[in-house]
DNA sequence: TTGTATGCGTTATCAA
DNA sequence: TTGATAACGCATACAA
């Protein structure tokens, strides 16, 4: 049987209200009953009962507030699945989870909605666009209390509690290690990526080369092209990528734009004699997969990340301890048709 | 905020006990309160707190056992850690995990122990040997009230409350999805199975001529040998089999034995150009992959399915009520070298 | 058949 | 600076 609060207090000859105060560090203690009461404490080798805080975490009423540039990117649906989830869990334990989704990257539109959801909660979890703006924005809703948790993507210059999501190298090294598989090291790759600008599509970029150089020395990158992650963008582009280098038999798509690719690499290879890799299970890309286009995809675990995110705000305002690590990252999952 | 006993038993003009009684089918009540309390709770969408009643569960002390066939098979080892991690995160709910391994698959002896750990526990949870013997033991169990799950291999004939573990069809039409792709669809296989009595292993080798035979007409299977999960048999049957076989290029080893059948294949083609696929992360498959031998390795979430094992346990213990499927299954998991 | 009292471990509020 | 008490939601023993 574990040790509790009252078992304490009771061999420290204090109230249940002093053991508190100390081992919450509210202050208002005399030193020597705290210095008494950590000794016991320790001896004792007590731990917090998680069920008893989450009962009187329910007098508090928490809210988790969670601001995602989801809209319109299939991908994030089984991200907020995750969050959604984890929120119907927790509704039992005294949290509530609001969720608010925003469509794009506009820096300005994340500042005002950090900084409008910001105030009616105690955690914010958050997948920010890589900007001082931002940046500040959220040093800001720390600097007042709340903790604030990267999701998917990171940024630089803060004081966020951690980061939970994709590890971007470790993806382009998969992708890139199921390529050399699939083309047994002989291959003419043309990248197709969604812009240069953005950091964890570089990142997978050289997670890619890392191993082609390492393992595979007869695969050649042919050329790189951009999208900015749009179907039309990546159509065109890819279809003169492979006009201009017909030598191109293998595709490596870094971000979204699947579909546009695939159907410029249908055009000029109609029998699926292309091997394509690509990131994310989504409609689109799954669609391809089973059509036998891509031959497969690298996920990372979108539902676990979202799910996750929101159990570590809420173990940190529960238990007021912060996570083990200062960035959790996501296996990277290999799909085929089989396995979808 | 959601709906407390308190609420409903105020509601309706009774006392707490009564609500509980009605709620929880405790009998004893008349039947027109049954009745109103019943109506109240339903339009008032009544959802019992998890955090109340695991705090009152800890006054019950409730006990899960565990009887795993594990000793000497490392695939168990991240099993283990599974089912001990979520014993930790529960011991604060009310109920500890007592975990008893034992060595290979003697019936009696697994008969013995499910009796004897049976006698006082609340639940067990148990790789059964399909037997018979096992089964009317564990219907014993069951009719003392003794809720039983079975993990990683299922057992029939028995009313055991749900099945958590490998899809062994879906691993084996991954692990054929994965050699058609590897070998561009043209291959002479070998298959390399620990025994032909074990269900699961049938299972697999089932999935994997699923897939060939739909996708992969030109991947043939030239033979088929048996190891019985020891490595030094699986040495001698695959020399034996590569020597009989030499157009065997590609081997689909569906067991253990892994390192036995990397020996064999090394000897006979020592510069890693076999095909070979394999199951589950163990130290040697694990080497056996780093090394470029094996080419991937196909995993079935063992680290959550003995923590999902536990929770479905202790939900039922808890909450009283059964699970919302008959059969959980993992996912079929491809591992390279990059995304070990 | 029903109600009341008590306890699970933690936290918040008052009063001292 | 401390202690006493009530509350969170549920379960149970006992009294009525």
Redesign the interface.
């Given at each position: 049987m574990?040790v509790t609060i009252k078992q304490i207090s009771e061999l420290c000859g204090v109230s249940r209200g002093t053991v508190d105060r100390v081992l919450n560090n509210r202050g208002k203690v005399k030193p020597q009953t705290e210095q008494k009461v950590r000794e016991v404490a320790q001896k004792l080798g007590y731990?917090p009962?998680?069920?008893?805080k989450?009962?009187a975490a329910?007098k508090r009423d928490l809210v988790i507030g969670v601001v995602l540039a989801a809209r319109g990117n299939a991908f994030f649906d089984d991200v907020l699945e995750g969050i959604r989830g984890a929120g119907r869990e927790l509704?039992?334990?005294?949290v509530s989870v609001n969720v608010h989704t925003m469509k794009g990257y506009d820096v300005n539109q994340q500042c005002k909605l950090i900084r409008e959801i910001g105030r009616n909660v105690n955690a914010l979890i958050v997948n920010p666009i890589n900007d001082p703006k931002v940046a500040s924005e959220i040093n800001r809703l720390t600097e007042c209390g709340v903790c604030v948790i990267t999701l998917n993507t990171d940024i630089e210059g803060t004081q966020r509690l951690c980061y939970v999501g994709s590890d971007y190298i470790?993806g382009g090294?998969?992708a890139?290690?199921?390529l050399g598989?699939?083309t047994?090291g002989q291959a003419q790759v043309g990248i197709v990526t969604g812009s240069i600008k953005i950091l964890g599509h570089n990142q997978r970029i050289t997670g890619f080369r890392n191993?082609i150089r390492k393992k595979y020395p007869n695969i050649k990158v042919a050329d790189i092209q951009q999208t900015n992650d749009d179907d039309d963008q990546a159509f065109i582009k890819t279809e003169e990528m492979l006009r201009i280098h017909p030598e191109i038999d293998t595709i490596f798509i870094v971000a979204a734009g699947v579909m546009g690719v695939c159907r410029a690499a249908q055009k000029f290879h109609p029998n699926n004699d292309m091997t394509i890799v690509c990131f994310d299970k989504t409609p689109s890309s799954e669609q391809m997969l089973k059509a036998g286009i891509v031959?497969?995809i690298v996920c990372q675990q979108p539902f676990t990340q979202g799910n996750k995110a929101v159990h570590l705000a809420y173990d940190y305002l529960v238990s007021g301890k912060k996570p083990g690590q200062d960035s959790f990252f996501m296996?990277?999952?290999?799909?085929?048709?089989?396995?979808l």
């Open positions: 574990s731990k009962n998680m069920a008893g989450a009962l329910r509704s039992d334990y005294g470790l090294e998969t890139g290690g199921m598989l699939l047994q191993i031959k497969a296996k990277s999952e290999i799909k085929i048709e089989e396995n």
